[in-house]
């Protein structure tokens, strides 16, 4: 069965709809950090790029230097955002073996292909796959990150653009493959 070319009767049962949840609790323990980072330090400041951006508009997009100092300030504060949310990812998942906070709770955990790989090189390329996904979003504005993320609806074992880079695969922690426990 497929819908919109998507093929989703081989999809592991509960797969696609738990890496969904994982990845909206992890955005929301992201934002979480993000604001505990700002209470600390004052940065990521995105209400100073808000100001920066009501100002600009208030003065009819015309002024150059208002609107370079709105993409400057919220470039300053995306990016800060993005290590924020890469070391968070590096350090769950180093923490966890394969998993965040969202897939913990979840039940899932990002295996690799290969069962021979050594935990070192396993945590190293997560930490790429991680270092992927950020960059994608920096580099190339979120749409390749979209286009990664989508995969996972379209293969039969639920795997990202991004786990395909890195050869791991989501399971049920535990060790148990979809649908058998």
Not at 3 to 21: D, I, Q, S, V, Y
Not at 42 to 61: E, H, I, L, S, T
Not at 122 to 144: D, I, M, T
Request: net charge positive; glycine share 12%.
């Amino acid at each position: 069965m497929g819908f919109l070319g998507l093929e989703t009767a081989k999809a592991p049962a509960g797969m696609r709809g738990r890496r969904f949840l994982a990845f909206c609790a992890d955005l929301l323990f992201v934002l979480a950090l993000c604001l505990l980072v700002y209470r600390l330090t004052g940065q990521p400041d995105f209400f100073a790029v808000r100001a920066a951006m009501d100002a600009a508009q208030a003065a009819g997009g015309q002024d150059a230097e208002l609107t370079a100092a709105v993409f400057s300030q919220f470039d300053r504060a995306f990016r800060l955002l993005l290590l924020i949310a890469f070391g968070y990812e590096a350090a769950a998942q180093t923490v966890t073996g394969g998993s965040t906070l969202g897939k913990l709770l979840l039940g899932l955990r990002l295996v690799p292909m290969d069962p021979a790989r050594g935990r070192l090189l396993q945590l190293l390329l997560l930490w790429v796959r991680s270092g992927l996904k950020l960059l994608s979003l920096y580099l190339l504005q979120g749409f390749p990150f979209l286009l990664c993320c989508l995969t996972a609806f379209s293969n039969g074992e639920c795997r990202t653009g991004f786990d395909m880079a890195v050869k791991v695969r989501p399971e049920f922690r535990g060790g148990s493959r979809p649908g058998e426990g």
